[in-house]
């Protein structure tokens, strides 16, 4: 589950850093191309929020891993914090 978040957040940085990049154009050069491009990256970006049912088809879970996910008290994800030797 971590790559796949690592995946979807690395998918919206493509979509991202190029909108922004147009926007920055557009206040350049005042060239409403690049704005239009702007607005449709941004449309684009807004469309493929995340969703269980997405996550799901783009994993191809097996019916056990399906219930799991839909479930929304289980945990689907851990994340293993490094002890500092401060404790």
Do not use: C, H
Request: no cysteine; hydrophobic share 50%.
């Amino acid at each position: 589950m971590n790559a796949y978040r690592s995946i979807v957040i690395m998918g919206y940085a493509f979509l991202e850093v190029p909108s922004m990049l147009a926007i920055v154009s557009y206040l350049v050069t005042n060239n409403w191309l690049f704005l239009t491009m702007a607005g449709l990256m941004i449309v684009i970006f807004l469309s493929s929020k995340p969703a269980v049912e997405k996550a799901i088809r783009d994993l191809e879970l097996n019916p056990t891993e399906r219930d799991t996910l839909s479930n929304p008290k289980a945990i689907v994800a851990s994340v293993r914090l490094q002890n500092d030797g401060s404790d």
